[in-house]
């Protein structure tokens, strides 16, 4: 299993700040088809996930650009910019290149 | 607007079967490959499976391949997730998703 490993676990961060989170994997989620499936989520309290970013860097219909996904091979970064009230929650990397794994989560709150 | 919608969750014996639904509207089912991801109550995140558009083709979690089922009705816009031989450690929040778009979550308690 492709095992993912995002730190840190939590985040705190003032309204308006800068912060990322930083997603590695076991082994390299190049796929053979040449993409990366490498996606992200945020999840707010009591609502399902909501997609950000996927295959690595594209952002989601609806995303503001505050997020922006970078990284290759087994390490990957999401960068929250002038975060807002509604960006709080939990954020998750996910691969689809072997299987499907996500990660362990990172809970972003306010400072 | 996409809307997918879960059902069939519940307390359950451990040993019992368990079927959940998700019925999609707001967009072409038969076009989308769909995926079941569970969430336990400490929030950890697990895919269990995808089924391709055409029902053709399932991919499952190794850990769980032997005991859930995946299938479709493109007819009816409705996903299936058959559960068998449950045990505590499937109590989740169950959700069906597009990858992009993702269901509100069907609780599942398994317990006696």
């Known amino acids: 299993d492709v095992v993912m490993t995002q730190t840190p676990v939590s985040l705190s961060v003032s309204l308006g700040g800068q912060t990322s989170i930083s997603c590695r994997s076991s082994?390299?989620?190049?796929?053979?088809?040449?993409?990366?499936?490498l996606y992200w989520y945020l999840q707010k309290p009591g609502q399902s996930p909501q997609l950000l970013i996927y295959?690595?860097?594209n952002r989601f219909s609806g995303v503001p650009d505050r997020f922006s996904g970078s990284g290759s091979g087994t390490d990957f970064t999401l960068k929250i910019s002038r975060v807002e009230p509604e960006d709080l929650g939990v954020y998750y990397c996910?691969?689809?290149?072997?299987?499907?794994?996500f990660g362990g989560g990172t809970k972003l709150e306010l400072k | 607007e996409v809307q997918l919608v879960e059902s069939g969750g519940g307390l359950v014996q451990p040993g019992a079967s368990l079927k959940l639904s998700c019925v999609a509207s707001?967009?072409?089912?038969?076009?989308?490959?769909m995926s079941w991801v569970r969430q336990t109550p400490g929030k950890t995140m697990e895919w269990i499976g995808d089924?391709?558009?055409?029902?053709?083709?399932?991919n499952y979690a190794p850990s769980l391949k032997n005991r859930f089922t995946i299938s479709r009705d493109n007819a009816k816009s409705t996903l299936y997730l058959q559960m068998s031989n449950v045990r505590s450690e499937d109590t989740a929040t169950y959700y069906c998703?597009?990858?992009?778009?993702w269901g509100q979550g069907v609780m599942v308690t398994v317990s006696s």
């Open positions: 089924i391709k558009y055409d029902g053709s083709y399932t």
């Open positions: 082994q390299s989620l190049v796929h053979s088809d040449g993409n990366t499936y």
């Open positions: 707001g967009f072409t089912f038969s076009d989308y490959w």
């Open positions: 998703t597009t990858t992009a778009d």
């Open positions: 295959k690595v860097s």
């Open positions: 996910y691969q689809g290149t072997h299987y499907r794994t």
